[in-house]
């Protein structure tokens, strides 16, 4: 299983990324997917997940109306629009995988089977 997550960067504080999670190797409609990051100093932690088919959606509070989480099971690949960003959303970003059937608070828990190898975002204030 490789997963591999794109468009971190550089973006000023109110501003708007949007990262991808390209995945191979597995059977990705059958695969909970997840958002994780973690910043300098600090434990990596939930951002948001979503169910097999996407029709179940979980966001951590500190995201919550500002992010949005989806997928396109068609291309294997799961988003992140990141909106109205702030200098505490700085972090490397990670992607995430699990066969489980996930949802609701489910889909926040860390131990998710498989993991892409990040993308910085970084929110300049």
């Known amino acids: 299983v490789q997963l591999q997550a794109s468009g971190g960067g550089l973006v000023q504080a109110g501003g708007s990324l949007r990262l991808s999670c390209a995945a191979s190797?597995?059977?990705?409609?059958?695969?909970?997917m997840g958002w994780f990051r973690q910043a300098p100093g600090k434990e990596r932690e939930f951002v948001a997940g979503?169910?097999?088919?996407?029709?179940?959606?979980y966001y951590a509070d500190s995201v919550k109306g500002r992010f949005t989480i989806s997928r396109d099971n068609a291309k294997n690949t799961v988003y992140l629009q990141m909106n109205s960003l702030k200098p505490e959303d700085t972090a490397v970003y990670y992607c995430?995988?699990?066969?489980?059937?996930?949802?609701?608070?489910?889909?926040?828990?860390?131990?998710?089977?498989?993991w892409g190898q990040g993308t910085l975002v970084t929110v300049s204030s």
């Open positions: 995430a995988a699990d066969p489980a059937p996930l949802y609701g608070l489910g889909l926040g828990r860390m131990e998710y089977d498989y």
């Open positions: 979503i169910s097999w088919g996407g029709g179940n959606t």
């Open positions: 190797g597995l059977t990705f409609g059958s695969y909970a």
